[in-house]
């Protein structure tokens, strides 16, 4: 029974493993279908690219830094365990391989690709475990602190901060960094429109990520006997509400509406374990809606020309999370309880300062060494022709 169920186990998280790495192409559709078409391919190749060197970055620093657990030992000791801490391994790098696929949809259109393979290395085998390590094995004894202080540690089941958050705030500041694009924005202020390439491309990347998530949310249990209902029941209201409200406040858009979701999901991963199927709805419901308010505030009065909006959707509505953890986990509005408030904004926090700060060593470095972004002239031609040499569509219809 014991050989049964820890084969169950390890079946188990390489399924949630497969279903998080099916999102990955639901990350590239989503650019894919958001850019304009001379920067297809671009997308295409910039997510499979960092998808390997996240997993080189995370194999042999990451995990290492977030638990303390080499690989660098004979394969019999590896599978020792039947091989669980392989496939957990492999599940958890589908999340730190996220932060590049959340980063690479703000910075679409001028960045150019090595320096961003170089951030990925650095940011999934440094940033990122650091702050995941703190969270999710107690590294540097701040979750202790904070029980002792507030009754409760920071809670995030699925990585509402930890994953997403971080992804956005990171993005953030390469986007700042980079600049907005050559004819964004004119010199009276006046925004130029770059209207998506292709609605069913941004749809069925949106779709991708929404089938993908139940894996990223259910199967953070990485058990068969903690795996729980609840946290289904829970992203499917959340997802439904971001749908809803972004529907309404975005006033139809399908741009608005495809990442609905996507809001909704992001906002529920934390407390996914511990709302009420009502609170989960309702936090999706004002991540939706936050979504459309933010990404239109920043776009068109801040001037902030983050492509995907990768900022409001995982780095505003991660914070949402993590703190809306805080608020429907309570007993009182029918959560499971156990968690505090104030713990929460403290973990969300500190993730955001974890962000901001790794990422504008790694970015500010980057752009002092290597350079962020294209030359006008390469960014005129397209990402496609600059840096891959061939276009999604044959000439003629690139330039659109």
Not at 30 to 57: M, P, W, Y
Request: charged share 10%.
């Amino acid at each position: 029974m014991d050989a049964f169920k820890s084969g169950g186990d390890v079946l188990f998280v390489l399924m949630g493993a497969v279903m998080v790495l099916a999102m990955h192409a639901g990350f590239a559709f989503l650019e894919v279908g958001t850019v304009r078409k001379k920067n297809q391919v671009n997308a295409l190749v910039k997510i499979i690219a960092d998808f390997a060197v996240s997993t080189l970055a995370y194999f042999f620093i990451g995990y290492a830094v977030a638990y303390g657990t080499s690989f660098l030992t004979g394969a019999p000791t590896l599978v020792e365990k039947s091989g669980y801490e392989l496939v957990k391994f492999f599940f958890l790098l589908t999340f730190a391989a996220a932060i590049p696929a959340i980063i690479s949809g703000g910075i679409a259109e001028r960045a150019k690709f090595y320096p961003q393979l170089v951030a990925t290395a650095l940011l999934v085998g440094l940033v990122y475990p650091f702050f995941e390590g703190i969270t999710w094995n107690g590294n540097l004894g701040i979750q202790a602190w904070l029980e002792a202080q507030f009754g409760a540690s920071f809670h995030d089941f699925a990585g509402s901060v930890v994953v997403h958050a971080m992804g956005g705030w990171l993005g953030l500041v390469a986007v700042i960094l980079l600049g907005a694009r050559h004819g964004r924005y004119g010199k009276d202020g006046a925004m130029s429109a770059h209207p998506p390439s292709s609605i069913p491309f941004l749809a069925l990347g949106a779709w991708i990520l929404t089938v993908g998530w139940f894996g990223f949310n259910v199967m953070s249990a990485q058990s068969v006997a903690a795996v729980n209902g609840l946290v289904a029941i829970n992203s499917l209201m959340a997802m439904v509400g971001g749908v809803l409200a972004a529907l309404f406040v975005g006033r139809n858009d399908p741009g608005f509406v495809h990442n609905g979701p996507l809001a909704g999901l992001v906002a529920v991963c934390a407390g996914s374990d511990l709302m009420h199927p009502v609170g989960a709805l309702v936090t999706g419901a004002i991540a939706g809606a936050l979504f459309v308010w933010t990404f239109t505030l920043t776009q068109n009065k801040w001037k902030i020309d983050d492509v995907l909006g990768v900022w409001p959707l995982h780095g505003l509505c991660g914070v949402w999370g993590g703190i809306a953890a805080g608020i429907f986990g309570m007993e009182a509005l029918g959560g499971m309880g156990g968690v505090s408030l104030a713990a929460q904004v403290i973990g969300t926090l500190l993730g955001v300062m974890v962000a901001l700060v790794g990422g504008g060593v790694i970015y500010g470095l980057l752009s002092l060494t290597m350079g962020l972004r294209l030359t006008q002239e390469e960014e005129y031609q397209g990402a496609d022709l600059s840096i891959h040499k061939i276009g999604a569509e044959p000439p003629g219809n690139l330039r659109n």
